[in-house]
């Protein structure tokens, strides 16, 4: 199963594969070097198709739990000062995608969305201290009557050029949904109220829309 933003690139990607497998057949007589970039092309070609990949993830929804929004690493966990939208100390923790990582995000809880907002911005390497304040990125707020608000920021890397993201303000959502994409690479930040049971620790990998990041 593919992400909906996949389709055009693997459409493309599908008759480039074509044309280039039946072009060199025809153009490079020595057997082993046109099997060589053959297997090029298909191997480049299963990267993309492997990226897109959108599967199936079984959420439990609890309106006590954070779950994590994106497949990847916890790289931070520390307490800071949030400065868009709360204007005070809050706990982040921070979530890096390789491109290998499933690019889906997800929603961390249930509830209303009470901000949206995309930032242009630098592409600084998504692991940068100022990436999340500096690269381009999309701010959400999502709130509950259990959790409170938590805010989540896509954050484009340096090779991330494009974030999608699907939250609209006033809106209803459900934890575990399909929130946005983030193509090629990058991180998720959270953030959430002091106090905060964290459930996971440095350089753990965690799976979005499954596991549980945070829970009061």
């Known amino acids: ?38 297997s090029v092309f298909i191997i480049l070609y299963i990267l993309v198709l492997q990226f897109f990949r959108n599967p199936a993830r079984n959420t439990v929804v609890n ?43 997800r ?21 940068h201290p100022k990436a999340s304040t500096e690269n381009e990125r999309t701010t959400i707020v999502v709130e509950n009557e259990t959790f409170g608000p938590v805010l989540y920021r896509q954050i484009a890397g340096a090779v991330a050029k494009r974030i999608v993201n699907y939250a609209v303000e006033d809106t209803n959502v459900t934890q575990g949904t399909d929130a946005g994409f983030i193509k090629f690479g990058s991180r998720v930040d959270l953030f959430l109220p002091l106090g905060t049971k964290i459930n996971v620790s440095l350089n753990d990998k965690v799976k979005g829309g499954v596991q549980i990041v945070a829970s009061v």
Not at 77 to 95: C, M, N, P
Not at 117 to 123: F, I, M, N, T
Request: aromatic share 10%; charged share 20%.
């Open 1 to 38: 199963m593919f992400h909906k933003e996949g389709f055009k690139i693997i459409s493309i990607a599908t008759v480039i594969l074509l044309i280039a497998i039946l072009s060199i057949d025809s153009l490079i007589d020595i057997a082993w070097l046109a099997m060589s970039i053959q």
């Open 63 to 105: 309106d006590a739990n954070v779950i994590a929004p994106v497949d990847g690493k916890v790289v931070v966990i520390e307490e800071v000062e949030e400065t868009e939208f709360f204007k005070d100390k809050r706990l982040q923790v921070s979530i890096f995608m390789s491109p290998l990582n499933v690019h889906v995000t």
């Open 107 to 127: 929603y961390p809880i249930s509830g209303s969305v009470k901000y949206s907002k995309y930032h242009p911005g630098k592409y600084l390497v998504a692991w």
